[in-house]
């Protein structure tokens, strides 16, 4: 009998990646956890701790298995392989290195781990999967970025050998820092912390609103021989952050009265082994429940959450131009309907983590973010220390998408590793993340949209209440920009849309992709399906017709005299638009129990952030010794913008891409690029960046004394300028200098022009359009939706990278499947990867992607952004789709099978 | 912190009726229920014992060692009688989960939703189970008595499930959730049909799951079937206005009671059809 107790037994041995480990572990613990913080296999990644993710999957004796869930004595004589260790010794694993690289089917990392491990596993059995095989092999690994069709191609592909070629713009070049993504090198916010730092834990509220009062702290603190407790008042700044001037209104931790359940009041340091396992539950802290709302209309009913708000009203948006009420009595045809979406977690697989450490009278923050300078400039105000004191180096960034521009960790460690002067790390766990961070927006909006008996739009009233949970964070970015885009890129002369972000118990909503233009075209798409239906006319075509062209005004008066591309967007589609009818009405004439149909929609989005200044700033240099640096603090979080920038750089300087050497993204190391949001670091930092190697190729070519034709290389510490056959050397060494014996730093900031009273004005130095269609199948007696094609147009203006066009549409499209058929944050109900459900590898369909290149009046070589564009269309067009197929429209997303049955049986009833 | 790994099942039993201790399978259910927690002492794991694994015919009956993974049932050589068992097996989580997950963890953690329970209920399991006092045997049906709650007493251990051969019959099973992977199922439904040599129905067993607080066979319904010919329309006629004596679903972020009563019945038609092509086929 074999009898392990960590108290007379040496250790746990095990093979892991081929050689013997033996580690001192209670052999209970999590194996996710020993072979992380024990054996230092840091490419284990954990998402969930609950077999949820799949993300730390790893090889137990041959089979896939999530460690999470795998006690580390169970492995005691075994062989453990994770990914780390697979790139080395398995062929498998080293032909998936190429293809995932060759389809980017990484693109922030963090699930790459669990994905390879799980390919190896089925490629061992079956070298030539079909698509059907992959899926149910990985089937068990979330991923949230690429919308999995990248990977599946890449699993199928195993074996291929040779990557796209680099270069430049419009070269589909592999990501320049993807080999570390896809061999388990990547660095990520829990896996940066040095082995003695302090662990910290976050209390929390268990209530949607109560008072409380602490007891006894310091004997819970010395009861469990604790280094530190914080509470507000050990907040040594101002106890209050946010992101909108004139909007911080949240505290670090709540100083007598919580708004929210999730929100902090505590935290708890001290050595891993004792921190871990404490009960929270003990933690001396008593609550009062006070009255709560959860919804905008029980809001007016409790007592304002935050001075000077009455009625809970945040704030409100607002856009008018010509005559709405009119102009729909004269209306041909007017169309009306309420709509609404709930709560949606961004779902990023990795939790929020960061790490901090006084370094001499500075503090130095490690964390997964997506805006360095912001999280630096709002810790500078916590903890009342100048921003100069403060540096903060993110890590890689496991997936963001708006959740990780707010802050999060960073407070609790940075204040306690400023107090006790000993680094500090904390992870949120999933359960934490899910309840404590910032949500998308829910939406009840109500909309009625006129058109004349010619299939023009002829007015439009938007009314929108947004549920932006206890704290404001991005809730007034969501109320203004709303009214702004309500209209969708269609001409609509007469136009009244009002907003208004709502104070509930809920968690802060603020940034998700797409700022709450997904959930208004969640009620215009639809209506103008109607209006099309209404008058007779096909929908693609009543779009077309409606459509921005340039020169036409939009909603708030800007006109675009070029660039304005929604209308190639569609005319792309329509062979498929056509194709797909035909192929519906042939396959429903000979079907009853199953339906098909098609939906379209359309979607714009304003690049960066609204009427207000946002500059991105890059600087590059090239060393005395010839090495060309790129200072690139555009933080990449998956979307690319390491690989993109570096390539608008490279052409702006004129030459090759593989010169280039990136130092990413650091306050102390790289200018501010402003954060990763709202579709603006191609466009904004790009801008930056064709600034910046314009201007350094300028004092080059000066050096030289040669024209702007010249061409330039650099080898062996001296620039070649070579022109009309005739070659100039200029030695670096010769320059003096001091890092750099040439540099330039360059910033942008758009054109934009704030908005009157009415909404009018130009918001946006540049629109992104797009239109998308979903083709779906409804089984009518259950109610269930399979998706069987997206085919997705976009204008980005210029693809810097055709390829990583593609991953952001496909996750883009990703998220919006999730949006439309599953996804539901309910605060206490959900709290976990298992209730709160995103799609999986075996819910997105095929992705077709058509790349619109219509230019754009200032974007870099003509790029616009693209992030936030993918997913806005996709939800109205399954909406539409399901309509099409079923005859029914489900009004409260998600389209759930309960909800789409329920919506058929009422028009069975009809 | 004790985690004993034995291997031999008197070991266990004697472990367990010494200082008692939580057991530990496949780790798929008891890790998540921890929720971040560490892991409470002490802890048996079951996995090194040799007498829980496998599955053989003896005599008449089919023994599924209590510690058999959803990955060896999915692919074990068995006869068309299991192929709801199979079908479940290849629906439970995903690859990581079948891979570790056994077919014991899934009854005694006695989810509403366990996705094992409405096709053993229609093969008419039993449950083995090991005590300080002797092995005793549960039909499956008395052996789940709540939601997380079984007849297991804290000093035994589920041994194996046992299923008698009842082939030719064949069975089906459907799960019905959101997504398509790693779904906790809206409902289930699991059917076992024997038929005649005319070809109609001799046997019916049909169960339904995550529509009660234990998944519940529907002998109202299954006698009804008796005598039908296995077509669509003839099966939704007596299926149609039956009473689904036993189902009391809930209403929750996966469905609406509602809902769930009406795709069950739905699911119950398609699930008896294809069994019957798993008998054609």
Known sequence: MALLDVDDLPGISFQLNGATVTLQAPPAERLSNALRERAGARDVKVGCNAGDCGACTVLVDGLAVCACTTAVGQVAGGTVETLSGLVEADPHAKALVNSFQKHQAAQCGICTPGMMVSAVALLREEETPDEAEVQDALGGVLCRCTGYRKIIDAVMDAGATGLPESGGVGAAMARIDGLAKVTGRELFGDDVAPADALALRVIRSPHHRARFSFGDLEAFRIKYGLDLILTSGDVPGDNIFGVIPGFEDQPMFAKGEVRFRGEAVAAIVGDAEIINPIDLSDFPVTWSPLAEALVPADAGSIDDLHEGREGNIMCRGFVRRGEPEEALQGASVVVEGSFSTGFIEHGYIEPEAAFAERVGDRLEVHCCTQAPYMNRDGLARLLGLPTSSIRIVPTATGGGFGSKLDLTTQPYVALAAWKLNRPVRVTYTRTESLASTTKRHPSEITMKIGADADGHIVGAVFDGVFNTGAYASWGPTVANRVPIHASGPYRTPNYVARSAGVHTNCPPSGAFRGFGVPQSALAQEPLYDDLANALGVDRLEFRRRNALRNGDPTVTGQVFETGMGIVECFDSLEPQWRRALEDITAFNASNTAVKRGVGIAGGWYGCGNTSMSNPSTIKAGITPDGRVILHQGAVDIGQGSNTVIAQIFATALGISIDKIEIIGADTDLTPDAGKTSASRQTFITGNAARLCGETLRGKILRLGNVSEAAQIDIVDGAIHLSEDGEQRVVALSDLGGGDYAVEATESYDPPTLPLDENGQGDPYAVFGTTAQMAEVEVDLALGTVKLLKITAAHDVGKAINPLLVEGQVHGGVAQGIGLAMMEQFLPGRTENLHDYLIPTIGDVPPIETIIIESGDAHGPYGAKGLGEHCLIPTAPAILNAIKHASGARVSELPATPDKVRAAIRSLEAE | ?281
């Open chain 2, 1 to 281: 912190m004790q985690f004993h790994r034995p291997e031999t099942l008197d070991d266990a039993l004697s472990l367990l009726s010494g200082e008692g201790a939580r057991l530990l399978a496949g780790g798929t259910d008891f890790y998540p229920s921890l929720m971040d927690e560490p892991a409470p002492g002490p802890i048996l794991d079951l996995r090194q014992v040799a007498a829980l694994r496998g599955i053989r015919l003896v005599g008449d009956v089919w023994r599924i060692g209590a510690t058999t993974t959803w990955r060896e049932i999915a692919r074990a050589d068995l006869p068309p009688l299991f192929d709801g068992l199979k079908l479940a097996a290849r629906e439970v989580g995903s690859i990581q989960i079948q891979n570790a997950g056994t077919i014991a963890g899934n009854l005694c953690n006695a989810s509403p939703a366990a996705d094992g329970v409405p096709p053993l209920l229609t093969l008419d399991a039993s449950v083995e189970i090991a005590g300080p006092d002797g092995v005793r045997q549960l039909p499956l049906c008395d052996f789940i008595t709540g939601v997380r709650q079984t007849a297991r007493r804290a000093d035994e251990i589920v041994t194996a499930v046992l299923v008698p051969d009842r082939s030719p019959a064949t069975s089906s099973f459907l799960k019905l959730g959101a997504r398509r992977y790693l779904v906790i199922s809206i409902t289930m439904v699991a059917a076992m049909i024997a038929l005649d040599e005319a070809d109609a129905i001799s046997d019916a067993r049909l169960a339904v799951g995550a529509c009660s607080a234990v998944a519940q066979r529907l002998p109202d319904v299954e006698a009804l079937l008796i005598g039908a010919a296995p077509r669509d329309g003839e099966i939704r006629a007596r299926i149609g206005g039956a009473d689904l004596v036993g189902l009391a679903p809930l209403s929750d972020v996966r469905g609406s009671a509602d809902y769930r009563l009406e795709a069950a019945r739905e699911l119950l038609v398609r699930a008896i059809l294809l069994a019957v092509q798993g008998q054609e086929g």
